[in-house]
């Protein structure tokens, strides 16, 4: 009987704790919200017009040499479900509903893409995170 109330104690405090972890982790998430606001951008894009899905890039691609790249502009959402970021280079995994596909993220092209939104690397960088929603286009 003792070692039940002991039991029901230690999973009673792992539940606080985790309600705590979580309520931090939506506090983080609406502050990054609120700043995307004050910097001008719609955090909640109502549509996204992908031209691509991750299954098929990945089938038509499929024989390019590492390194290689072609001139074709594709636009694709999904959820980043990996991020790594490296100084002025960044890596997502982007997951829609046919496949996963990895985003190469490079400072000075999204600068030279998007001359408007100098910092839309440093955005990103900031204030994205796994799980949210993606779109991009290049």
């Known amino acids: ?30 502050e990054k919200v609120d700043q995307l ?6 955090p909640y894009a109502y549509k996204w017009d992908s031209t691509h899905h991750a299954a098929e890039l990945q089938a038509n691609y499929a024989d390019l040499a590492a390194g ?3 001139e074709t502009e594709v636009a694709i959402a999904g959820r980043i479900i990996a991020r790594r970021v490296f100084g002025k280079l960044a890596f997502f995994n982007l997951q829609d509903e046919t496949g996963t596909i990895q985003l190469y993220l490079d400072k000075k092209r999204i600068q030279a893409q998007m001359p408007d939104l100098s910092s839309a690397f440093n955005i990103l960088k900031k204030y994205t995170d796994v799980g949210d929603f993606l779109g991009v286009k290049g």
């Open 37 to 42: 606001k004050q910097e001008g951008l719609n």
């Open 68 to 70: 290689e790249e072609v």
């Open 1 to 30: 009987m003792a070692a039940d109330q002991s039991q029901n104690k230690a999973k009673a405090k792992n539940t606080a704790q985790n309600t705590s972890t979580l309520e931090e982790i939506r506090a983080t998430r609406l």
